[in-house]
């Protein structure tokens, strides 16, 4: 492999890869609102770096990223863009049906914006592992990192959310230039225990969609929700490197144990 992003080899470089290598890593991510202090593409910049990263360590092919995903709620803010969550299943489903055409068989997607992403993500893995046979895991940093997590988290209870401490920390680490802390608010509200959005915090839970007019109300008009006014760039660095570890250790795993057979290997028509 001459280069980890795919579209910097030639195709010759990939007909070479796959005669001797058959795992790919698929980035996606999201374009939307991260308060005053973050950068709307915080969720791609962080799926883009992962993925690089990772495919550095384990000489793994990255193919280009999706910057967009699903963020319907956060259309509350300017600048946000947002699929249908039909249209984030049938990108996937055209990306490894192509990649499963050439004979990659083993698919690590990287999703960069947590939950939203995943059902429609979780929907495409579901359809390619049975229609094909190929090997897809959705991986997404915050649910593989969630020990490290719990380790150096600082903010109170509540204190996850979005454009919070967590996601903060790692873009301070990743991209400072693009951060604007000075501009950071804290936004922990009470609600009923059962409408909690901190993951983090024990107990049962519901699911409840947000809205555009509600998203914009309990963000505080700023798109923040959660702490990240504790964050610090070493966190960042600590929950970098070993949701990376972690990762570089199931591709690895992957590719030793994981076995294959591919079947209808069609165009994405």
């Known amino acids: 492999m001459k280069r980890v992003w795919l579209q910097e080899n030639k195709w010759e ?39 690089e990263d990772a495919g550095k360590k384990t000489n793994t092919l990255v193919v280009p990223p999706t910057w967009f995903g699903l963020a319907p709620h956060h259309m509350a803010f300017p600048g946000t863009i947002t699929f249908r969550a039909e249209t984030l299943t049938n990108v996937m489903l055209d990306i490894c049906q192509s990649l499963i055409y050439h004979g990659f068989e083993k698919i690590i997607v990287i999703n960069g914006h947590r939950e939203a992403n995943l059902p429609p993500l979780k ?74 959005h901190d993951p983090f915090v024990p107990g049962d839970t519901v699911f409840v969609p947000s809205d555009v007019a509600t998203y914009r109300e309990s963000s505080m008009h700023i798109g923040v929700v959660g702490d990240p006014t504790v964050s610090t760039k070493e966190n960042g660095e600590i929950y970098h490197k070993a949701l990376l570890e972690t990762l570089v250790d199931f ?3 992957c590719e030793k144990h994981v076995k294959v057979t591919l079947r209808n290997q069609e165009l994405p028509l």
Request: charged share 25%; with cysteine; hydrophobic share 40%.
């Open 13 to 51: 470089d990939v007909e070479a890869y796959l005669q001797v290598k058959k795992t790919v890593i698929v980035p996606f991510g999201s374009v939307e609102q991260h308060a005053k202090h973050l950068p709307m593409g915080t969720d791609s910049f962080v799926a883009i770096r992962i993925a």
């Open 123 to 196: 929907t495409a893995a579901v359809k390619i592992r049975n229609k094909t046979g190929a090997f897809v895991a959705v991986v997404d940093p915050f649910y593989i990192a969630d020990s490290i997590t719990r380790k150096i988290k600082r903010s109170e209870p509540g204190g996850a959310g979005h454009a919070d401490e967590l996601e903060t920390s790692h873009m301070l680490y990743l991209f400072p230039d693009l951060c604007e802390m000075e501009k950071a608010v804290k936004n922990i509200h009470q609600k009923h225990p059962l409408l909690k």
């Open 251 to 253: 591709i690895q795993y």
